[in-house]
């Protein structure tokens, strides 16, 4: 089994020798830390956000996607960037704020603050509490608020009710999610993401001299397509993007905002798809486990993450969305049953075997 990685904070303060400082020092390491792995997360949502989706969409509909600004359109990527910042923010008449100006920054903010306990691999950690799976599904739901806040305070009845769908939705979801998460905890008896992982590094099955480790997507596949299918609804993608359904209620809660405040939301969006991918690494697929030595299982921990990327973009180009009443239909009528149904067969598993 793996050892618990040193977090980055620490790394980095022994490396500049900041360790000498005391709580100064402390705190400079980690603002280091947040401020390294916050932009290695900003600059891949945006890579996604104005390249890849277009790029991944026109491959699985059979068109051309942007190909006009640098190599394989690479460039459009700063070129949204200032179309974007450079619009002009315009405020709706009626809108209330500052619960208008505040609702983009916590539906981005919530995201970033997730990742502050995922252990991405080679050392890349900035906390490993021993609450950290309760943190993580905390803080990435506290994006529901975001929306809720944009939709009422926008003062647009399309708004509204892609804010009233949102919490709809996230209700009928989260739990399912959070419950078949505790299935995995079950296995490993810790809360702590870094023992989750550690626990998955154990080999389940040698055959032919073929080790085949005990990810929990292995060991327990059913728990990981309920997980799979709350975490697409938890980030509102496609069967599941009723709350900005744009053939239905122009942008729903984000109908109202434009330049930077939209680019904030934009991000939030891919943001939580990121987090979602990483949520869904740790627990399942063995977090930054991967063929080579562990000092390249950052790479490895990037490959999952973007494959989980690369599943959304697929539903969003392949499945319809459905209706507001089936979605929660499912949500509680099945997703709901079904999470506590693996929980009570974890648990009898876990009792009797282990």
């Given at each position: 089994m793996l050892q618990a990685e040193t977090p980055l904070p620490d790394l980095l303060a022994n490396l500049l020798g900041l360790g000498g400082f005391g709580a100064v020092g402390e705190f400079v390491a980690a603002l280091l830390a947040a401020f390294i792995v916050g932009n290695v997360m900003l600059a891949m949502t945006g890579v996604a956000g104005p390249w890849a989706k277009r790029k991944i969409t026109a491959k699985f509909t059979d068109r051309i996607a942007a190909d006009r600004i640098g190599p394989k359109g690479i460039g459009t990527i700063p070129a949204d960037a200032l179309r974007l910042l450079s619009k002009e923010l315009i405020v709706p008449e009626g809108a209330d704020r500052p619960a208008w100006d505040v609702a983009p920054l916590i539906v981005a903010g919530s995201a970033m603050l997730g990742f502050a306990v995922i252990p991405m691999g080679s050392g890349i950690q900035l906390a490993d509490p021993e609450v950290g799976l309760a943190y993580v599904f905390a803080v990435a739901s506290i994006a529901s608020l975001g929306m809720v806040m944009a939709g009422y305070a926008s003062n647009n009845k399309y708004s509204m009710l892609g804010a009233l769908r949102a919490v709809a939705q996230n209700l009928a979801y989260e739990i399912p999610l959070v419950v078949t998460g505790i299935s995995v905890v079950l296995f490993t008896g810790s809360l702590r993401m870094s023992e989750i992982v550690a626990v998955q590094q154990e080999t389940?099955?040698?055959?032919?001299?073929?080790?085949?480790?005990?990810?929990?997507?292995?060991?327990?596949?059913?728990?990981?397509?309920?997980?799979?299918?709350?975490?697409?609804?938890?980030?509102?993608?496609?069967?599941?993007?009723?709350?900005?359904?744009?053939?239905?209620?122009?942008?729903?809660?984000?109908?109202?905002?434009?330049?930077?405040?939209?680019?904030?939301?934009?991000?939030?969006?891919?943001?939580?798809?990121?987090?979602?991918?990483?949520?869904?690494?740790?627990?399942?697929?063995?977090?930054?486990?991967?063929?080579?030595?562990?000092?390249?299982?950052?790479?490895?921990?990037?490959?999952?993450?973007?494959?989980?990327?690369?599943?959304?973009?697929?539903?969003?180009?392949?499945?319809?969305?459905?209706?507001?009443?089936?979605?929660?239909?499912?949500?509680?009528?099945?997703?709901?049953?079904?999470?506590?149904?693996?929980?009570?067969?974890?648990?009898?598993?876990?009792?009797?075997?282990?």
């Open positions: 389940l099955v040698s055959i032919g001299g073929l080790a085949i480790p005990s990810w929990f997507a292995i060991v327990n596949p059913f728990a990981f397509v309920l997980f799979l299918a709350a975490n697409v609804a938890e980030v509102g993608r496609n069967p599941f993007d009723i709350p900005e359904a744009p053939t239905e209620i122009v942008a729903g809660f984000q109908t109202e905002y434009s330049s930077v405040y939209f680019v904030l939301l934009y991000l939030g969006e891919f943001l939580h798809i990121f987090l979602g991918g990483a949520i869904t690494a740790v627990l399942f697929l063995g977090g930054a486990a991967g063929p080579g030595p562990e000092s390249i299982g950052f790479l490895w921990f990037v490959v999952k993450i973007w494959a989980f990327f690369l599943f959304t973009q697929w539903l969003r180009s392949a499945a319809p969305r459905l209706r507001i009443d089936q979605l929660i239909e499912v949500g509680w009528k099945g997703m709901l049953e079904l999470s506590f149904l693996n929980l009570v067969l974890t648990a009898l598993i876990v009792g009797v075997v282990v």
